[in-house]
């Protein structure tokens, strides 16, 4: 059974960083797409980044390039995503998805994902 578990949410000041991480277990880690969404209350949920695991591809959402990082440690198992100068609008829940196919995908699509985490939430004060 594939558990994927998010850790480290807070709350910070803008302009400060954090670093969320997602553990995964029971999961072929290595040729699939693993991703970052967010949902902020009243608002649909969004994908922020994501790897192609296998080559170690990224891709981002306009609203945070330069800003967050998405990385893997494939011996851990792990997937991260590093954020720094956040702003109150980053605040949400953000939750880690992954894929169980390899083919290509619309990354920033919730429907191309099977597995969810419970998410971690993110809280940006002004």
């Known amino acids: 059974q594939v558990q994927l578990v998010e850790s480290g949410g807070g709350s910070v000041q803008a302009g400060g960083s954090l670093r969320l991480s997602c553990a995964a277990s029971?999961?072929?880690?290595?040729?699939?797409?693993m991703s970052w969404f967010r949902q902020a209350p009243g608002k649909e949920r969004e994908g922020v980044a994501a790897?192609?695991?296998?080559?170690?591809?990224?891709f981002y959402a306009d609203s945070v390039k330069g800003r967050f990082t998405i990385s893997q440690d494939s011996a851990k198992k792990t997937l991260y995503l590093q954020m720094n100068a956040l702003k109150p609008e980053d605040t949400a829940m953000y939750y880690c998805a992954a894929t169980s196919v390899g083919r290509r995908i619309n990354w920033w699509e919730t429907y191309e994902y099977n597995y969810w985490g419970q998410g971690t939430q993110v809280t940006v004060s002004s």
């Open positions: 790897i192609y695991t296998g080559s170690g591809h990224t």
């Open positions: 029971g999961y072929t880690y290595g040729t699939y797409y």
